[in-house]
């Protein structure tokens, strides 16, 4: 457990704490704290401490073990703690005893997560989606939340529906989290007309775990400005561009990031946006190959689609940021011939893996820019000739 220094110019210093199976390594728990860690710096909060525990089941009443919660409640007696965050969704009686024990503000990964997508929701449609999706979180925690509402204040963790969460009724949630369906079903019908309009052609769209950077391959491919940020979740609303390869026009999408543990409101909430993917003809699934866990990553992204009913549709993997897998794996004075060795039995790898549907790239350095540019352009006008048998010609 590595102490961070507290930087002056952060508000909300958050505890981490985690729950690490029995057989799971240490590695395990790091990998998810560090994602807690990101997702809560997305939050506007600074890690200070983080805390696991290894147990063969979380406990029903505090999820962590009594003699964990006092050692982390030593810690935050000791030291500036706003907030505590713990990486599994917690129950409403669960979040209430555990604010007794610690007398600090107690958000889970839920909350956090809905709480990012809250302060990112700018279009009417995806602040209904949010909104929604935290009523469906509260519903089933009200009677356990009431205390932690009313201690709640600001902050991570608040931006909730408003402040009604504090005196409403679950006749009130349930009527809400209605007549938020019923708009979301008005939206729904909106966007079907919209991909209706938009004619005969192909759909691409692009999925992979958050910050893996689909959003600079979408300006790289499109030549059109996309919103790009280093943080998770930077895309809540899909992006669609009009894009036109060697007289071949196409449509691309810009697609929310997946992550582990996902709250399945969010999922539900998201079904006008997840159905850019579900209607694409093509995926090209991106993934982070810097990253040390971008096979699990993989795994989440797949397992994701296979809910969405998405998984059977012509993919290709691109392996971005190959210029930081470099960096990270290659120590400077290894031979060239090395390298190319080691990237040769990488990309043989995963070339048996996706029958040859895969290419490696950097899209910030537009290293390989042209040769996947190729790739798509076959793909679509394959699909084309799927779609169209009798036509043996497209363009605009």
């Known amino acids: 457990m590595i102490e961070k220094k507290l ?17 799971k390594s240490e590695a395990h728990i790091t990998e998810y704290l560090d994602e807690l860690s990101f997702l809560a710096e997305t939050a506007g909060a ?38 505590v965050i713990f990486d599994d969704e917690l129950t409403g009686s669960q979040l209430s005893n555990i604010e007794e024990v610690l007398k600090r503000k107690v958000i889970d990964r839920s ?65 809400k989290i209605s007549l938020l369906r019923k708009r979301l079903g008005e939206f729904d019908k909106q966007a079907q007309t919209q991909r209706k ?15 893996v950077g689909k959003s600079t391959i979408m300006t790289m491919l499109s030549k059109s400005d996309v919103f790009v940020e280093n943080k998770l979740f930077a895309t809540l609303d899909t992006t669609t561009r009009k894009v036109v390869f060697e007289r071949t026009p196409f449509l691309l999408s810009d697609t929310v990031g997946f992550i582990r543990k996902l709250p399945h409101h969010l999922v539900e909430s998201f079904k006008s946006t997840l159905d850019e993917v579900r209607e694409a003809d093509i995926l090209l ?31 290709i993997l691109i392996f971005n940021k190959m210029d930081m897998y470099r960096k990270n794996t290659f120590d400077q004075w290894l031979e060239e011939e090395v390298k190319d060795e080691l990237l040769g039995q990488l990309k043989k790898h995963w070339d048996s893996e996706t029958q040859n549907n895969c ?38």
Do not use: C
């Open 7 to 23: 930087q002056s110019n952060e508000d909300t210093f958050a505890l981490l704490a985690g729950w690490l199976p029995q057989g």
């Open 46 to 83: 600074l890690e200070v401490k983080r805390f696991y525990q290894k147990l063969d089941h979380p406990d029903s009443k505090t999820f962590l073990g009594k003699g964990k919660l006092e050692e982390i409640k030593k810690y935050i007696d000791t030291h500036q703690v706003d907030l």
């Open 111 to 175: 909350d956090l997560i809905l709480d990012i997508f809250a302060s990112r929701a700018k279009t009417a449609i995806a602040k209904v989606q949010v909104e929604l999706a935290q009523y469906q979180y509260i519903l089933p925690r009200l009677k356990g939340m009431w205390k932690h509402l009313e201690r709640q204040g600001g902050g991570i963790g608040s931006r909730g529906p408003g402040e009604t969460e504090i005196e409403t009724d679950r006749r009130i949630v349930k009527d």
């Open 197 to 211: 309009e938009r004619g005969e052609f192909i759909r691409v769209a692009l999925v992979g775990y958050t910050n």
């Open 285 to 315: 699934h991106v993934v982070d190959i810097s990253h040390p866990q971008y096979e699990d990553h993989i795994a989440v992204v797949k397992n994701t689609l296979h809910e969405l009913k998405a998984d059977d549709k012509p993919t």
């Open 359 to 396: 290419i490696f790239i950097s899209a910030t350095e537009k290293e390989n820019a042209e040769e996947l540019r190729k790739i798509l352009l076959d793909k679509v006008r394959e699909m084309y000739g799927i779609r169209y048998p009798y036509k043996t010609v497209f363009y605009e």
